[in-house]
């Protein structure tokens, strides 16, 4: 049964015919990389380094970031990876010492890495921390942003992190960086797709409203196709592309989100579990084939049962 197979199942990440998908943890702090790490995962595909500061007035010092951070990627130097954002401050994850005052519309505003274009000090101290944090765990470090909507952006911050000898990636979250997908992967290593916010603005419908749930729904087959076009950039650039929105935690979804050709999923440490089972179930064909009966379907209703179904045609 499909109960048992999640009980058994202890990785790695690989389809029923042998085609590697890293299962990767979205953790918040040390604690949370410690007890993901104990998961068989191969990695970190998401540290929210924001959540780290949620209670604190002022912006810690470079050292003590360093320290915070050192304790996220430590149980990881075992050689997995741990893939840093930096600050995702503003919106739905205020932070005091980071967030731009009086914008009427704080989705559209001054978030994510727009924070340093005013303030350049608070990424390159982030990223200062985060070199000494590698440097003394010696844990694989990739560094991404978050809120990236040009190419520019993802070639400063490229500029940036490289400088201190670390992979750096971009996330796609607005649907500009989804339509230039090739452009952004000639500045960067990887990139990662944040289905919540990618969601939020493909279907302009805010994440938070619960009265807007169908439209933040990522099996809208409009998102799958951002989520398609950006994993064939991938795989013509030979980088990986890994999803790490919530989108990654549903079994069903994730056998998809393969299908359409990216390489890791990122998500909660309770979901890998369920999600290494699912995919332990079926070929790269089914995944396939669930992927184009997704994107051909209207709507999500649509999408779900048009996966299931081919999934379990033959
Ligand atoms: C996302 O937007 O999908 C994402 C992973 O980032 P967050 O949920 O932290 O905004
Ligand atoms: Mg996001």
Same mark, same amino acid.
């Given at each position: 049964s499909a109960r048992a197979a999640v009980a058994t199942w202890a990785g790695? #990440? /690989? %389809? +029923?015919? #042998?085609t590697d998908v890293k299962l990767l943890a979205n953790i918040a702090d040390g604690a949370s990389a410690a007890a993901a790490a104990k $998961?068989?995962?191969?990695?970190?595909?998401?540290? /929210? %380094? $924001?959540l780290c500061f949620l209670n604190r007035d002022r912006e810690p010092s470079v050292d003590e970031q360093a320290d915070i951070y050192a304790e996220a990627l430590a149980p990881y130097a075992d050689g997995r990876h741990v893939v840093v954002r930096t600050l995702d401050a503003g919106s739905d994850k205020p932070i005091s010492f980071a967030t731009h005052p009086d914008e009427e519309n704080p989705a559209l505003g001054v978030r994510g890495l727009r924070?340093?274009? +005013?303030?350049p000090g608070l990424l390159h101290r982030q990223l200062d921390a985060i070199t000494i944090a590698a440097e003394r765990t010696g844990a694989e470090t990739w560094v991404m942003a978050p809120m990236v909507a040009t190419t520019a952006e993802a070639r400063d911050f490229a500029t940036a992190v490289r400088g201190r000898g670390l992979r750096a990636g971009v996330m796609v979250e607005v649907p500009s960086a989804a339509l230039l997908a090739e452009q952004m992967l000639a500045e960067v290593d990887f990139l990662s797709i944040g289905t919540n916010d990618l969601t939020q603005y493909t279907m302009a419908? &805010? /994440?938070?409203? %619960? &009265?807007?749930a169908h439209l933040t729904d990522p099996w809208q087959p409009a998102v799958l196709h951002l989520v398609a076009m950006t994993a064939r950039a991938g795989a013509e650039a030979g980088k990986p592309v890994g999803v790490c929105g $919530? +989108?990654?935690?549903d079994p069903l979804l994730a056998a998809v989100l393969v299908g359409l050709g990216v390489t890791s999923l990122s998500m909660a440490a309770a979901a890998v579990r369920p999600v290494g089972a699912a995919l332990g179930a079926v070929t790269v064909t089914q995944c396939e084939e669930m992927a184009a009966a997704a994107l051909a379907a209207t709507d999500p209703v649509g999408a779900r049962a048009a996966a299931r179904a081919a999934r379990d045609r033959d």
């Amino acid at each position: 049964s499909a109960r048992a197979a999640v009980a058994t199942w202890a990785g790695p #990440g /690989r %389809t +029923a015919d #042998g085609t590697d998908v890293k299962l990767l943890a979205n953790i918040a702090d040390g604690a949370s990389a410690a007890a993901a790490a104990k $998961e068989p995962v191969d990695g970190v595909g998401l540290f /929210r %380094t $924001e959540l780290c500061f949620l209670n604190r007035d002022r912006e810690p010092s470079v050292d003590e970031q360093a320290d915070i951070y050192a304790e996220a990627l430590a149980p990881y130097a075992d050689g997995r990876h741990v893939v840093v954002r930096t600050l995702d401050a503003g919106s739905d994850k205020p932070i005091s010492f980071a967030t731009h005052p009086d914008e009427e519309n704080p989705a559209l505003g001054v978030r994510g890495l727009r924070l340093s274009f +005013a303030d350049p000090g608070l990424l390159h101290r982030q990223l200062d921390a985060i070199t000494i944090a590698a440097e003394r765990t010696g844990a694989e470090t990739w560094v991404m942003a978050p809120m990236v909507a040009t190419t520019a952006e993802a070639r400063d911050f490229a500029t940036a992190v490289r400088g201190r000898g670390l992979r750096a990636g971009v996330m796609v979250e607005v649907p500009s960086a989804a339509l230039l997908a090739e452009q952004m992967l000639a500045e960067v290593d990887f990139l990662s797709i944040g289905t919540n916010d990618l969601t939020q603005y493909t279907m302009a419908a &805010d /994440r938070m409203a %619960t &009265d807007l749930a169908h439209l933040t729904d990522p099996w809208q087959p409009a998102v799958l196709h951002l989520v398609a076009m950006t994993a064939r950039a991938g795989a013509e650039a030979g980088k990986p592309v890994g999803v790490c929105g $919530e +989108a990654a935690a549903d079994p069903l979804l994730a056998a998809v989100l393969v299908g359409l050709g990216v390489t890791s999923l990122s998500m909660a440490a309770a979901a890998v579990r369920p999600v290494g089972a699912a995919l332990g179930a079926v070929t790269v064909t089914q995944c396939e084939e669930m992927a184009a009966a997704a994107l051909a379907a209207t709507d999500p209703v649509g999408a779900r049962a048009a996966a299931r179904a081919a999934r379990d045609r033959d």
